[in-house]
């Protein structure tokens, strides 16, 4: 049985299965709407989100947020922001394989509460995070996969196109707005979140 929202943000702020507990300031479980038909899930909270205790609030939250709303898709009523790893690695470093596989029941809960048809996996980590792929994310990136009974569809992840500023035809950002269209376009006929 899902926990509720509430009892899940509570149920994680007390945990303590890694060692990423000892140096967090807070556990960031999510924002958006546990109702939403998109869960977005990313790596791990970074400086800002640590502090502030939300995933994707940071530089690369606010250029993910920017590029979703310019496919037409809002964060705060159409999208669950989640992270793989819910407490910041030290010097914003990769998850271990040990602490990804230590979170996942924390994701597993969160599956199962907002019961998505659509997931976007935003970066090679929550690639291999969520279906234990490593690497490929380049070749991998807009493609529809099934899961179950979700769609999931891994996009580039912001921090790499906070490095590459470009938006020309082809750049790794106007790849990842055709992605979001994409994904509004699946989204737009599902019944809306109550
Ligand atoms: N990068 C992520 O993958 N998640 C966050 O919450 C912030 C930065």
């Given at each position: 049985m899902?926990l509720?929202?509430?009892q899940?943000?509570?149920?994680c702020?007390?945990?303590?299965?890694?060692?990423?507990?000892a140096g967090?300031q807070?556990?960031?479980v999510s924002r958006?709407?546990p109702r939403?038909?998109?869960?977005v899930?990313?790596?791990?909270?970074g400086a800002?989100?640590d502090?502030?205790g939300?995933?994707?609030?940071g530089?690369?939250g606010?250029?993910?947020?920017r590029?979703?709303?310019a496919?037409g898709?809002?964060?705060?009523?159409e999208a669950?922001?989640?992270?793989?790893?819910?407490?910041?690695?030290?010097?914003?470093r990769?998850?271990?394989?040990?602490?990804?596989a230590?979170c996942?029941p924390?994701?597993?809960?969160?599956i199962?509460?907002?019961?998505?048809p659509l997931v976007?996996?935003?970066?090679?980590?929550a690639l291999q995070?969520?279906?234990g792929?490593?690497?490929g994310?380049?070749?991998?990136?807009?493609?529809?996969?099934?899961?179950?009974?979700r769609?999931?569809?891994?996009?580039?992840?912001?921090?790499y196109?906070?490095?590459n500023p470009?938006e020309?035809?082809?750049?790794?950002?106007?790849?990842?707005?055709?992605d979001l269209?994409r994904?509004?376009?699946?989204l737009?006929?599902?019944?809306?979140?109550l």
């Amino acid at each position: 049985m899902a926990l509720a929202h509430e009892q899940l943000a509570l149920a994680c702020a007390a945990c303590h299965r890694c060692g990423l507990a000892a140096g967090r300031q807070r556990v960031v479980v999510s924002r958006g709407n546990p109702r939403a038909r998109l869960l977005v899930i990313g790596e791990a909270p970074g400086a800002q989100e640590d502090a502030q205790g939300q995933p994707f609030v940071g530089r690369s939250g606010q250029l993910l947020d920017r590029l979703l709303a310019a496919a037409g898709i809002d964060v705060a009523t159409e999208a669950y922001i989640c992270n793989v790893v819910k407490c910041r690695p030290p010097g914003n470093r990769k998850p271990t394989a040990a602490e990804l596989a230590a979170c996942r029941p924390w994701l597993e809960q969160q599956i199962a509460l907002v019961d998505p048809p659509l997931v976007l996996l935003v970066g090679a980590t929550a690639l291999q995070g969520v279906l234990g792929i490593r690497g490929g994310i380049t070749g991998l990136r807009g493609q529809w996969r099934p899961w179950g009974e979700r769609w999931l569809m891994p996009i580039l992840h912001p921090s790499y196109l906070l490095r590459n500023p470009s938006e020309r035809p082809g750049s790794p950002r106007a790849l990842t707005l055709d992605d979001l269209r994409r994904v509004r376009e699946r989204l737009t006929p599902l019944p809306a979140p109550l």
